[in-house]
């Protein structure tokens, strides 16, 4: 995969492109990036790609001509969908990322200041992506959180190709607690079915925990599930024991 950010700051990707297992995958050639600072093609010798809006009202607005300049150059280095990076864009989910995992590009386009023209979204947009119901000072940090669960997904970049299915959402479900040495920590012990070496009460105790926790923490992502008899008969377990429990 190809990954270009239209960027006014493209050293703040180091940190994905030097370190951790998204730097790793970068030297190994599992995927390629370049990064393109708009302010190449701005009209003045300052370099400003920012005005203020019609209309009037607080802050700045980044220009739509040297935005699409550097899309287009971006395009002339190697095509792919082009994502803006916004609070009003569409909710990032492991679905999204999966789908974008299997692009050959992605060119992502990070604002600043109080947006971008209202034209270039209308005209060179192709998916407008957010992160959260929240907003921070630009599009890199959501920039690099969406490469980060992509590139996870691309084959090989993990050590452990097995990893990526286990993670939250990946099947729909919150992820499983899980423990490692010593035994004991603070009183608290791991959890005798883990060390019993019987792989399919493991398996059942994972999926149990992981049911257990959706239902405690996002309850919303079991309302639409078509359950699996195991998971609706580990469910109704999971409900009879709170049903149980004093009030």
Known sequence: MYIQAVTLFGEMFRSITDYGVTGRALQRGLWQFNSINPRRFAD??????????????????????????????A?????GKVVYLSPQGSP??????????????????????????????????????????????GGELPAMMLMDAVLRLIPGVLGDADSAGQDSFANGLLDCPHYTRPIEFQSMTVPAVLRSGNHALIAEWRLEQALR??????????????LTPEESRLLQKIQQEERDIPS
Do not use: W
């Not at 003045?44 to 040297?66: C, Q, S, V, W």
């Not at 926790?213 to 078509?226: H, K, S, V």
């Open 92 to 137: 990032f989910t492991h679905q999204k990322a999966a789908d974008l995992a299997k692009l050959d590009g992605l060119i992502l386009v990070c604002g600043r200041y109080e947006g971008i023209d209202e034209r270039l979204l209308s005209s060179a947009i192709d998916e407008e992506i957010s992160i959260g119901d929240f907003v921070v000072s």
């Open 44 to 73: 003045n010798k300052l370099g400003y790609i920012d005005d203020r809006p019609f209309g009037g009202g607080p802050g700045m607005i980044m220009m739509a001509e040297p935005l699409q300049s550097a899309i287009d150059a």
């Open 213 to 226: 926790r959706t239902l405690q923490r996002r309850p919303d992502l079991l309302a639409g599930r078509a």
């Open 75 to 79: 395009k002339a280095q190697h095509n």
